[in-house]
């Protein structure tokens, strides 16, 4: 018979609603420290006795019919009642002890708050201290994840970090400021190492959008297969193995500031599609979804291929790269700004000093034309990486021109000279046979060295109009230097 009734009490629901809620308020009433009833007046109607007696009351009955702040002087359970909404997890504290509360608004058939219930959970918040402290050490991950994030995505250079005085580079400093004053897309091109991206977040800092985000993705790094997502991002289970959140793209995280596209003649032709409606409609859809997203994004591009030929070929967008070559820059090889060099090296030692804390180091004179002598071929970040290693292999705060020896890269390159003949020269200015020397004939190093000197010399004077200072700075050479190479090359009438 027992089971027969248990039964039909689980045959109705109501039944076992009221049944859930008797049960589960006389479990609070056991495990909490202490439970209060309270009628639409907020005045108590029931209260059990260890709670009473914890509030410094003489027993319950002494605390019935009193309003509920005369016995609980910090209480919140007028609020409930008059709100009709429950404060679920709160501290209290009473002159005796300092409780974690909860209290919800009673209410009848027909909806009406007609009082509220209190229960003391825990007289000690002691207790709860341990998740306290996980809680705020979470919150202040996500703080820090969040700065650190906003600090990535801010420009990490400005044109004061682009180093140099030369002609060439204060040229170059001078459109990219230009550049930064407008919104158009800027195009940087140059060989790898000669500092587009240097060049980007400066533009993007002295622009309008200087304080909005700056987002930069290396389009050669990444496989085609992933490139869209990463621009676009992903929609919530686009895919089987996409995160069920979904994930922002490169376009959304710049959203009113710069995404920079290094390496952008890399791009697969069916992205560059997609681009180009990107940039003309400043709209896309994220992967796996048919939600249009609207954005505000100036594009910066870089590249150190030939675009226009690429363009002729069918590799790239004809279309894609007008739209791209709005204000393009060419940021010129280390070797066409070789007057630089001193005040370059100076800048990478200061920065290898800061980095590493180990002393400053100096480059002695016949260093630094050793270092002019180079051909570079990896420009600014190839000197950079010479330099470093210099540093980590020598004891000597001033290095010298023996010093570098083995550390200069030892590639050669081909080198133009007057009258359409070419030398081979390698990095550190020695050279074949000249390609007028009758064959078979080998002449001394000195002899070669000294000749190839004069006719560069020659040349740049003649391109100059005789202008010693103005040939010097073509060649990237000091002053001094200069009138020393012509007085020794016998060229006593420039003197």
């Known amino acids: 018979m027992a089971s027969s009734g248990a039964s039909s009490i689980l045959l109705n629901p109501e039944k076992i609603r009221r049944l859930s809620m008797q049960s ?12 209060v009833i309270v009628d639409r007046d907020a005045r108590i109607v029931w209260i059990n006795e260890r709670y009473a007696t914890r509030l410094g009351a003489k027993s319950a009955a002494e605390a019935i019919g ?3 702040e005369e016995v609980i002087h910090n209480s919140l359970m007028r609020s409930v009642v008059t709100t009709g909404q429950p404060i679920l997890l709160d501290i209290m504290e009473t002159p005796g002890a300092t409780f974690v509360v909860t209290r919800i608004p009673l209410k009848n058939d027909r909806g009406e708050v007609i009082g509220a219930a209190g229960f003391a959970l825990f007289d000690k918040v002691q207790s709860l201290k341990p998740l306290f402290a996980k809680f705020e050490g979470m919150q202040q991950e996500i703080a820090a994840a969040q700065k650190s994030l906003a600090e990535n995505r801010r420009p990490k250079y400005t044109f ?27 195009l940087l091109l140059g ?7 240097l060049l980007a977040h400066a533009i993007h800092g002295a622009s309008a959008r200087g304080g909005k985000p700056f987002v930069g993705i290396n389009v050669a790094a990444i496989p085609d297969a992933l490139l869209e997502t990463e621009f676009f991002g992903v929609a919530p289970g686009a895919y089987t193995g996409a995160e069920k959140k979904g994930r922002d793209g490169k376009f959304r995280l710049a959203d009113g500031g710069t995404l920079f596209l290094d390496e952008i003649g890399d791009m697969p032709l069916l992205l560059q599609s997609k681009l180009l409606r990107v940039l003309q409609e400043q709209e896309f859809e994220p ?5 249009v997203v609207k954005i505000d994004v100036r594009i910066i591009a870089a590249t150190s291929v030939d675009l226009q030929r690429r363009v002729s070929e069918g590799r790239f967008r004809e279309d894609l790269f007008y739209r791209l070559n709005v204000l393009s820059i060419r940021v010129p090889p280390l070797r066409e700004r070789m007057a630089d060099i001193e005040a370059l090296c100076e800048g990478i030692l200061e920065q290898i000093e800061q980095r590493t804390g180990l002393p400053h180091r100096e480059l002695t004179t016949d260093a630094i034309e050793k ?3 180079c051909a570079w ?10 330099l470093e290693k210099a540093v980590m292999m020598s004891d000597k705060i001033r290095i010298g021109a023996v010093d570098l020896v083995d550390i200069l890269p030892s590639d050669r390159v081909r080198l133009p000279f007057p009258g359409n003949s070419m030398h081979v020269l390698d990095a550190s200015g020695g050279g074949s046979a000249l390609s007028d020397t009758p064959e078979g004939e080998v002449r001394s190093y000195d002899v070669e060295f000294a000749e190839f000197e004069r006719r560069l010399l020659a040349n740049a004077l003649a391109a100059t109009g005789n202008r010693v200072d103005a040939a010097a700075r073509l060649l990237g050479l000091g002053r001094a230097t200069m009138y020393r190479k012509l007085r020794a090359l016998g060229f006593d009438s420039h003197i």
């Open 160 to 186: 004061s970090n682009f180093i140099g005085s030369s002609p060439v580079c204060m040229e170059v400093k001078r459109q990219a400021r230009r550049a930064a004053q407008h919104d158009a897309t800027v």
């Open 191 to 197: 060989e790898t190492g000669t500092g587009k991206e």
């Open 371 to 373: 270092l002019r002598g």
């Open 24 to 35: 589960l308020f006389e479990s609070f009433d056991t495990l909490c420290e202490g439970t």
């Open 66 to 68: 009193k309003p509920v």
């Open 377 to 386: 071929r990896g420009n600014v970040r190839e000197l950079q990486n010479v």
């Open 287 to 291: 992967v796996g979804s048919n939600r």
